[in-house]
Every structure is written in structure tokens, then in C-alpha cells.
């Protein structure tokens, strides 16, 4: 078992796949359900020598007293500290080898910080449906490899759902599952008899294009493999994610068992089938020049956008995309020569808020045009009113999670 990270309780807000970069906003308070007068990440400690640690009984993970920002304050040992004006691009471990068209540009960002509190945290009532297997090591070459697998009671051999979360490849863990609305689509998920499988991947801060791919892709070989072990069925799998976490999953979809970027040589499980019969996708896109031209070709009411978006040429997963081996690494990304390419399509279903200001919905629709031209199955579900992350969107998802069923099991 590898070492979990806390969960970072932000909303996956950002322009995940453009040539932009969050703007930092003000310190988090991410102490979310921690006891008053205790020990939580974020919270000042001004009685505590920096460094004195202490294990939190609520959470029971050990918090360090920090520096950050000219103020005392704990934080979770071992996690990333929050850099709201980063003066340059923090070190990249490049030590790891990478797979052909990656780019060996130092991290590009540090995550940026939200002031958010979750509304919603899975209960113990969800919970007791669940057999639930947590810190699931899926690969070795970081502790930040692993995934929890949320398993419905008294159902023999269900489907697997392999969800990869968002947070524009900077933010973001496999605890996103428990909170908010991703908590309440696996409640659904749960009570229609599909088990999920929450996947922890590298974020760009760690290693840059291609980790989270390959991370993703290793994750479906990895639960296919052991898939005896826990009890699912290795035939009726489906991948799905939103916003950084869609386009993994609709790459793990469309890519399957072709050759890609993603693939690891040295996956112990690389001879294991990557293929996938359905792929969720929420707000997300298959092309990393696409979604920047749709946004100039259809401007968006930034009014409605509460997450703001600094222009420029550093993208957080690539780098400086004026490079021409960024350039090409970026096109190595694109899912559509992998989609013509594919001799069996999975099943989509697309799911997009029409006023997204960060991915424009209009990326949900070239991708579903292009399915359908191959003669293959989508479903494209687009939300009146609903902006990128909208609950609207988490609503349509759940509506559709016995049509998703259906598709996993014929």
C-alpha cells in the first residue's frame, strides 16, 4: 500500500486542456470536517515550534507545523504546500524514464489554492452498501500510484466504472470520489449495482506529459489483472472523469489496445487488455489545439466563469507550448487519429453545460460528430445554463447511469 494524499477539496474548475493557467486565489481552508480547536490542514498553529508534528485523531494522518506564506500553519506531512505566487516553475522529477513524444519541460505550475469547503461528504449510510478497498497500489514508481475501488454489497461480478478525477493535471486525488457531487455518482452508481474504481495518477508538479496518461492506462491494466481479486467483472469495463480526469478517461477509451504515448513498457500488466466497452466523459476534450480555437471561435460570457484564467504560453501538463517538441508532444495527445484508427469503439456518453468558459461545449460536440461518422455509439447530453463543473451536469450523469448499465452489460 502506498501512502495516501489528503484530498484537496476544490471543484475541478479549470481550463484544463488550454494554453492557460489558473490564477492562484487566496489561501484554502481545507480543514473540511475537522473538529473546532484542533489540529487541521490550513489552520493556523501559533503555539507550535515550526516542525513540531502531531497525528490527527480525526483523520489519523500527521500533520507538520509550516511556514507557508509568512504564517504558521499546519499542513499534511508529505503533501505539496501552496505557492499562491510562485516566482518560478518548482522542480520537476525527470528522473523517471518517459515514454516516445514526451517533454522533458520542468513542471509547468504549482496547484492553485481555492477557498472551498465541501457541501456533501459520501455518509456512513452510502458506505455500508460498499465494500471498499482503499490504497490500492497500482504501479511503483511513485507513492502517488494507487486508487481506492468502491465495490456494491451482494453483487456478484458487477461492472467496473475506472474514474480518473479533474483538476487541470495540478490538483486533485482519488478522495474526490467521497465529496460533493462525484460522491453522489457513486451512490448511483453503487445502488445500480456498478462498482467504481477512484484512480490516484501523477500530477504535473510530479512529472509532466505523458504520467497521467500512462497512469490512467496502467490503472485499467492493473484492475483488469486482479480483477478475481476483488470481484469485478474484467469483461465490462467502462472508463469515465471530468474535466482533466474526461480527457484521460476518453483516452483510455479511445486508445484501448493501440499502441500510444501512454503505454508503459515496463507495466508488469502491459500484455493485459486496456480495451473498455463505455467511456463517460464530463466537460472534457480528445485534442489539445481544438479546445483553444473553440474558445476564440466561440467566446464565452465570462461573467458567468468564476474561475479566472490568466492567458499565456505555459500549459500545466506540457509546458511551454511556443516549443516546437512541445509542439509535437501536444499533437501526440490528440485522441482523434487514435478514434479512426480504433477497430472497436467503445460506447460514449458525452456530457457538457452550455456555458462552460473553460472547455467549450462545442468540443463535446466535434467528438460526438466524430463518433457517429465512424458509425460508432454516442450519446451527447448538453446542459442549458450549466458552467464548467456544474451540478447540472452531475445531474444528467446520474439520470443516465441505468442507460450506462445497459451498455456495460449486453
Not at 162 to 178: A, L, N, R
Not at 335 to 364: E, N, Q, R, W
Not at 394 to 409: E, G, N, Q, Y
Request: with cysteine; charged share 20%; net charge neutral.
Amino acid at each position: 500500500m502506498s501512502s495516501k494524499r489528503s484530498p484537496v477539496l476544490a471543484l475541478a474548475l479549470t481550463s484544463i486542456l488550454a494554453f492557460s493557467l489558473l490564477t492562484p486565489a487566496l489561501a484554502a481552508n481545507l480543514d473540511d470536517g475537522y473538529p473546532q480547536n484542533t489540529a487541521a490542514p490550513g489552520r493556523t498553529c501559533p503555539n507550535a515550534d515550526e516542525g513540531f508534528k502531531t497525528v490527527s485523531e480525526y483523520s489519523g494522518k500527521t500533520l507538520i507545523c509550516t511556514m507557508i506564506n509568512g504564517e504558521k500553519k499546519w499542513w499534511i506531512e508529505g503533501d505539496p504546500l501552496p505557492a499562491p505566487k510562485p516566482t518560478q516553475a518548482p522542480a520537476t522529477n525527470n528522473s523517471q524514464p518517459q515514454s516516445s513524444g514526451s517533454t522533458s519541460t520542468p513542471a509547468a505550475t504549482t496547484a492553485p489554492v481555492f477557498d472551498y469547503t465541501p457541501k456533501y461528504k459520501l455518509p456512513a449510510s452510502a458506505l455500508s452498501t460498499m465494500t471498499v478497498f482503499e490504497n490500492v497500489t497500482y504501479a511503483t514508481k511513485s507513492p502517488t500510484q494507487h486508487l481506492d475501488i468502491y465495490m456494491p454489497k451482494g453483487v456478484t461480478k458487477p461492472p467496473l466504472v475506472v474514474w480518473t478525477h479533474g483538476g487541470g493535471f495540478i490538483f486533485g486525488d482519488d478522495d474526490f470520489m467521497k465529496y460533493d457531487e462525484s460522491a453522489k455518482l457513486l451512490e448511483v452508481f453503487i445502488k445500480n449495482g456498478i462498482a467504481v474504481a477512484s484512480v490516484n495518477y501523477r500530477l504535473a508538479q510530479e512529472q509532466m506529459f505523458p504520467a497521467a496518461g500512462i497512469d490512467a492506462k496502467s490503472a485499467v491494466r492493473f484492475l483488469r489483472a486482479n480483477a478475481s481479486k476483488y470481484g469485478y467483472d474484467p469483461k465490462k469495463f467502462a472508463t469515465g472523469g471530468d474535466s482533466a480526469g474526461s480527457y484521460l478517461a476518453l483516452m483510455s477509451a479511445i486508445t484501448g489496445d493501440q499502441p500510444s504515448p501512454f503505454d508503459d513498457p515496463a507495466d508488469p500488466n502491459r500484455r493485459t487488455s486496456a480495451a473498455v466497452s463505455v467511456v463517460i466523459a464530463l466537460y472534457g476534450n480528445v485534442d489539445m489545439f481544438e479546445m483553444p480555437a473553440n474558445n476564440k471561435k466561440y467566446p464565452c460570457d465570462q461573467s458567468k466563469n468564476p474561475f479566472p484564467v490568466a492567458e499565456g504560453n505555459d500549459h500545466p501538463w506540457f509546458g511551454d507550448t511556443t516549443k516546437p517538441d512541445v509542439q509535437a508532444a501536444m499533437k501526440s495527445a490528440g485522441m482523434y487519429p487514435f478514434l479512426k484508427s480504433s477497430k472497436a469503439l467503445p460506447t460514449f456518453y458525452i456530457f457538457h453545460g452550455l456555458d462552460d468558459c473553460s472547455v467549450s461545449p462545442h468540443d463535446s460536440m466535434n467528438l460526438d460528430k466524430a463518433v457517429k461518422v465512424l458509425k460508432g455509439k454516442s450519446t451527447l447530453t448538453l446542459i442549458p445554463g450549466a458552467i464548467h463543473g456544474g451540478a447540472g451536469v452531475w445531474t444528467a450523469v446520474m439520470k443516465a447511469v441505468p442507460a450506462i448499465k445497459k451498455s456495460l452489460t449486453k
